[in-house]
């Protein structure tokens, strides 16, 4: 399920501005520190960074 929210943050992150906790909120996470944290576990960067590379 986290894979699907996932996925779904990083076509969101783009949309909102690289706004995280909108972005968070708007997956389903319970707060922007689990957002994070599943990012770090899935591309071992923070969603500040993937903003970064875009």
Same mark, same amino acid.
Do not use: H, V, W
């Given at each position: 399920?986290n894979n699907v929210k996932y996925k779904k943050a990083r /076509? #969101?992150?783009?949309?909102? !501005? ?11 996470? %319970?707060?922007?520190? /689990? #957002?994070?944290?599943?990012? !770090? ?11 970064? %590379?875009?």
């Open positions: 399920m /076509r #969101l992150l783009e949309m909102n !501005n690289g706004n995280i906790k909108l972005t968070a909120c708007d997956c389903g996470f %319970t707060d922007q520190g /689990r #957002l994070t944290k599943i990012f !770090n576990q899935t591309m071992g960067i923070s969603p500040s960074e993937f903003l970064l %590379t875009k």
